[in-house]
């Protein structure tokens, strides 16, 4: 491993230095975190269950509409509520989607992707759950590497928008999209002290999960490892595996540190 201070640390490694039987909740990205291939992996569901029961709570901190968040929260044994349109909502089941972000005008941010789809041969394609979205507006990624994405950033900040993408999709959004930020505030407003949570992610709209000095321990998949440019604060660790094996990597380390 390079000595780069941009490089994260090994998890294990950290985890035989920390003390993560302090940590009591883990907020996690969920494409290309919990997921495996694009979808929910049954190890996952399982560690997820274990970790709850051990008196971990886990968030979903995710890209995806607040529509399909409603569903995951509901669903996924153990999980109890999560956040949205990365960070724009938080998500309870049986009650109505509650802004963390201020209220956005998706009619001026699809006017936005279509103005690039016209000047600047953007191609981008609206997903197929905007219908659930009530924040920012997305776009299939579809194989974009990060020289286009950079391109069509480009454009979309001379049009007073913001764009960050994930592994699945591009976002246009009124403001610059902060997870980090939007989970804060809950933990603010349910007693949680940020010392105590562990954020784990993989793509660039997850950087607001690493920004240094916010939270106990930043985490990334070893997904991260390849995108570290883009991220203006890299994790403080990383994960040997990728995608869902990371997130289980990690589970497991913090049930052994609670002997679980």
């Known amino acids: 491993m390079s000595t780069d201070?941009?490089?994260?640390?090994p998890i294990s490694r950290v985890a035989a230095s920390e003390d993560l039987g302090r940590v009591s909740l883990v907020a996690t990205d969920v494409d290309g975190t919990l997921t495996r291939g694009g979808k929910l992996d049954p190890a996952?569901?399982?560690a997820i269950r274990r970790l709850t029961a051990a008196g971990?709570?886990?968030l979903p901190v995710s890209g995806r509409p607040a529509g399909e968040v409603q569903g995951l929260v509901r669903y996924v044994p153990g999980?109890?509520?999560g956040l949205a349109e990365n960070g724009l909502l938080e998500i309870v089941p049986d009650h109505a989607p509650r802004w963390l972000g201020r209220a956005t005008d998706r009619a001026r941010l699809r006017a936005a992707g279509e103005r690039m789809n016209l000047e600047f041969a953007a191609g981008l394609?609206?997903?197929g759950d905007d219908y659930c979205r009530l924040g920012d507006v997305a776009f299939e990624r579809e194989g974009r590497d990060e020289a286009e994405?950079?391109?069509l950033r480009g454009h979309a900040e001379a049009l007073g928008v913001h764009l960050v993408w994930s592994n699945v999709h591009v976002h246009l959004a009124e403001a610059v999209p902060d997870k980090g930020l939007a989970l804060l505030q809950l933990l603010h407003k349910r007693g949680v002290d940020p010392e105590q949570v562990v954020t784990i992610g993989d793509a660039p709209?997850?950087?607001g999960l690493f920004t240094a000095g916010r939270f106990g321990l930043t985490v990334g998949t070893a997904d991260v490892l390849a995108q570290l440019a883009y991220f203006p604060s890299p994790p403080r660790a990383v994960t040997t595996g990728g995608e869902a094996d990371g997130f289980i990597e990690l589970a497991e380390l913090l049930l052994a540190a609670r002997g679980g």
């Not at 201070?5 to 640390?9: D, E, H, I, K």
Request: charged residues 20%; aromatic residues 0%; hydrophobic residues 55%.
């Open 56 to 58: 971990v709570v886990v």
């Open 44 to 46: 996952v569901l399982a």
């Open 149 to 151: 994405l950079l391109r």
């Open 79 to 81: 999980v109890t509520r």
């Open 125 to 127: 394609r609206v997903t």
């Open 205 to 207: 709209n997850d950087a």
């Open 5 to 9: 201070s941009r490089v994260p640390a």
